[in-house]
């Protein structure tokens, strides 16, 4: 909380500054920001300005189609079989000689009385001391224990069942119901089925992407286009220890500045969030000071890879269709949305004056994510 208030103070405190431009009658003593605004005002040229219509609508709903109809092959299974290991315990039939099965014990359970894979990586059976056991298949080992029971047997009937799953697991961390240690079985295991085993995500999970490590490569998965747009190629089957880490949802807000009732930050959650729902949240515009038609959303852009500061959007909310745009445009992470009270004339030096607060914002969430 302490660093919301810090984060908003920063950010107020720099759009107060240039607030003797954007606000007429404005002034502060000893600032003389005439070299600076010429300087920003340059920065205009850097800058993609466009006005929310149905067009920019559309072409925002082409983009989530372009998720829906890529990315779609999943996961091969077809070909998994669980491999024993330390640890794994069996439970060994032999059909026609009960003599050879453990029976089951009164409060004792069939892995209690099962057939351990030892240290050495192998089981020990009548008439069939020191199968290997640690890196094969319950196929594999049924094959040999019968082989050699034909020494003694005739045409042994073996049935080989995993009871205990010891020797593999994966690890399930962060924002889940259940976090905890969860066992690589028979059934293969992805990602998506041991989130659901861990009770699924919390209410203050980021429910965009998760971290999944196997072995030295860590790489983001990104679950919201998995549930929300049925990319599957997002799943991944799950290995001896792996880990799965689902973080807070601490960086997923928007930031609603200038005249609005309560200015401050809104929480993007996993249904995301539109840009009626960021002024409403706020309190709405104040309706004898704001301009409706001076409704900026900034959206930075990285200027070295694509030579560009920001993104900015301006809605025209005197126009009663734009309410129906507003509640259809879709707002980002970060996103700042900023309602000025100044004249509509003078809106291409407004945004000149808003884009420091872009890097503000951004500098103020390096130093928190730091320390």
Not at 10 to 36: F, K, M, R
Not at 55 to 60: H, R
Not at 197 to 226: C, H, M, P, Q
Request: glycine fraction near 6%; charge should be negative.
């Amino acid at each position: 909380m302490a660093f919301k208030f810090k984060l908003l103070a920063a950010t107020l405190s720099l759009l107060s500054v240039s607030a003797c431009t954007i606000i007429p009658g404005s002034h502060y003593e000893g600032i003389d920001s005439g070299a600076q605004v010429e300087n920003l005002e340059k920065d205009l040229e850097k800058v993609n300005i466009q006005v929310i219509d149905s067009s920019l609508i559309n072409i925002q709903k082409r983009e989530v189609k372009k998720v829906n109809t890529t990315n779609r092959k999943g996961i091969d299974i077809s070909d998994y079989q669980y491999r024993l290991g330390v640890g794994d315990v069996l439970t060994i039939g032999v059909w026609d000689h009960p003599e050879l099965t453990i029976p089951a014990a009164v409060q004792r359970t069939a892995e209690f009385d099962g057939f351990r894979v030892a240290e050495d990586g192998t089981i020990t059976y009548a008439y069939a001391p020191k199968i290997p056991a640690a890196g094969r298949t319950v196929a594999e080992v049924r094959a040999d224990l019968v082989k050699r029971l034909s020494r003694v047997i005739e045409n042994p009937q073996v049935d080989i069942k995993i009871v205990g799953f010891r020797s593999q697991k994966t690890y399930v961390t962060g924002e889940v119901e259940n976090p905890g240690v969860y066992p690589i079985t028979e059934i293969p295991l992805t990602i998506i089925d041991v989130l659901n085993n861990a009770g699924g995500i919390t209410d203050r999970a980021d429910w965009r992407e998760v971290t999944y490590t196997s072995g030295n490569k860590t790489e983001i998965i990104r679950l919201d286009d998995f549930y929300s747009h049925g990319d599957i190629s997002q799943n991944r089957l799950l290995k001896h220890g792996d880990i799965v880490h689902v973080s807070r949802n601490d960086k997923h807000q928007v930031y609603v500045l200038g005249d609005v009732i309560k200015a401050g930050t809104v929480d993007i959650d996993r249904y995301g969030l539109n840009l009626a729902q960021a002024l409403s949240d706020t309190g709405g515009i104040r309706e004898a000071t704001a301009d409706a038609n001076g409704i900026f959303v900034l959206r930075k852009r990285d200027l070295a890879k694509d030579g560009v500061i920001a993104d900015v959007y301006q809605l025209h909310a005197k126009n009663v269709a734009a309410l129906v745009l507003a509640e259809q445009f879709e707002l980002k992470p970060h996103d700042i949305v900023y309602v000025t009270s100044a004249p509509l004339a003078r809106w291409n030096r407004v945004i000149s004056l808003l884009l420091p607060s872009i890097s503000t914002v951004d500098s103020i969430n390096d130093v928190a994510n730091t320390n």
